[in-house]
Nanobody, 121 residues
C-alpha cells in the first residue's frame, strides 16, 4: 500500500507564508497527478492546485499568483508554497496523489490525512 504524510501547516497572520509538504511512500512504480485540495469550515472541498507528471500546473482562481505547486519525482514529494495568505485561505489542506503501485497496471488515488492552515486577520 501507499501512504501520504503531510506537514507544514500552522497558524500565520494575514500576509504571511507557509509551505506544505506531502511525501508518498510505499512500493511505487509511477506517479501521475499530484494535487492539493482544501476545505474551509462549512464548505465543500475544492481543488487548490494540481501538477501533472510532465510539470504542467493548474490553480484555482482564488490562489493564482500567490500559491505555487511543485514536485520532486525522485523523492515522490509535492509541495505547496503559499504566499500573501488571506483569512479566506483558512482550512484543512489535503494532498492527493495518483499512484501506480509495483505490480499494478492502473492508477489509484491516495489522500493525505489533512493539515490545518489558519490565517488570522
Amino acid at each position: 500500500q501507499v501512504q501520504l504524510v503531510e506537514s507544514g501547516g500552522g497558524l500565520v497572520q494575514a500576509g504571511g507564508s507557509l509551505r506544505l509538504f506531502c511525501a508518498a511512500s510505499g512500493v511505487i512504480f509511477s506517479i501521475n497527478n499530484m494535487s492539493w485540495y482544501r476545505q474551509a469550515p462549512g464548505k465543500q472541498r475544492e481543488l487548490a492546485a494540481r501538477i501533472r507528471s510532465g510539470g504542467s500546473t493548474n490553480y484555482a482562481d482564488s490562489v493564482k499568483g500567490r500559491f505555487t505547486i511543485s514536485r520532486d519525482n525522485a523523492k515522490n514529494t509535492v509541495a505547496l508554497q503559499m504566499n500573501s495568505l488571506k483569512p479566506e485561505d483558512t482550512g484543512v489542506y489535503y494532498c492527493a496523489v495518483q499512484v501506480v503501485e509495483d505490480g499494478s497496471t492502473f492508477f489509484r488515488t491516495y489522500w493525505g490525512q489533512g493539515t490545518q492552515v489558519t490565517v488570522s486577520s
